[in-house]
């Protein structure tokens, strides 16, 4: 039964969960409904349709599709994505160190960046769209603009958020600006400086398929409303579904294991684990002396590595 309880179990049968109640939600909708019935598509039909865009390319003797295929599509907003997500860490990086460490810069900025970040998306994509038609250049500037307030706000509030008592002491150590930035600064505001990255990425995707969608001629948002167009629902889901693969991927395979490594000196996981076999075997009276022992024993670690140092 601990299977049961593990979080990879608890992993796997998500998806389970979500087939489930994809039948379940076209069966209701089916029965109120009946006009839906060649609408609403089943998952086969989905994995059909997206197996089908997978082998198109290598399927000889077929005619020319009226599109790009779906590597070249995903290369194109990939590359759009790239682009706009890497000014907009760096752009949105410095600014967001200016405002947190100056009053005067946080003046300068606050009420812009508030602007910019109540800024729908779609408006941005509209606005976009129209100036500078087709091309990367639109695509580009709306990962920029819908993810840039993101990274100046959660950078800021990172440093904002560094305990001014490592300044002091390191002051009082006489350890130079650089080492202090280096070894207090940064390693503070890590926590915020990757939900800046995840902010970032996923809300200037959504920016990227919006223009993409209304002023492009190509990428994969294009390719959504072509499915649209065209009345074919599961196409518009295959490629929504290729969308959140390729998400899980990334945060999986990229995001979770650089802050993995990021963070390994944070206890925090092996305690979380050793918290809830107290709750399961002795209740919340274990569990709070379990996470003391814990605590104590990390400490005694912690203290042993330094000492050894």
Do not use: C
């Not at 100056?102 to 003046?107: E, G, H, L, P, T």
Request: hydrophobic share 55%; aromatic share 14%; charged share 15%.
């Amino acid at each position: 039964m601990t299977v049961l309880t593990t979080p990879r179990f608890a992993r796997l049968l998500f998806p389970v969960a979500v087939i489930a109640f994809w039948y379940a939600g076209v069966a209701v909708i089916k029965a109120v409904w009946p006009f839906a019935v060649d609408v609403l598509p089943l998952p086969q039909e989905v994995v059909g349709a997206m197996w089908g865009e997978l082998i198109d390319p290598f399927v000889e003797g077929k005619d020319a599709p009226t599109r790009d295929n779906v590597y070249l599509t995903f290369a194109i907003s990939l590359y759009r994505l790239l682009v706009g997500f890497l000014i907009a860490m760096v752009v949105g990086t410095i600014i967001g160190l200016g405002m947190g460490l100056s009053k005067a810069v946080d003046a300068f900025f606050h009420d812009w960046v508030m602007a910019v970040l109540a800024m729908p998306a779609l408006g941005w994509a509209l606005f976009i769209s129209l100036v500078f038609g087709f091309g990367h250049t639109g695509p580009i500037l709306a990962v920029i603009l819908t993810g840039i307030p993101f990274v100046i706000v959660n950078v800021r509030e990172g440093v904002r958020n560094t305990p001014r008592e490592l300044f002091d002491m390191a002051r009082a150590f006489g350890v130079k600006q650089n080492r202090t930035t280096r070894h207090v600064l940064v390693p503070a505001m890590m926590p915020f400086f990757f939900a800046a990255i995840r902010y970032a990425f996923s809300i200037g995707w959504k920016g990227l398929v919006i223009t993409e969608v209304f002023g492009g001629q190509d990428g994969a948002g294009w390719t959504l409303k072509f499915y649209y167009d065209a009345h074919r629902a599961h196409g518009v889901v295959g490629y929504a579904a290729f969308f959140i693969i390729f998400a899980l991927l990334l945060e999986r395979f990229v995001f979770e294991r650089w802050s993995r490594r990021v963070f390994r000196w944070r206890p925090d996981a092996g305690a979380m684990e050793n918290v809830e076999q107290a709750f399961d075997v002795a209740g919340a009276e274990g569990a709070m002396a379990a996470s003391a022992f814990i605590t104590a024993e990390n400490l005694d670690d912690f203290t042993d590595e330094h000492k050894d140092q």
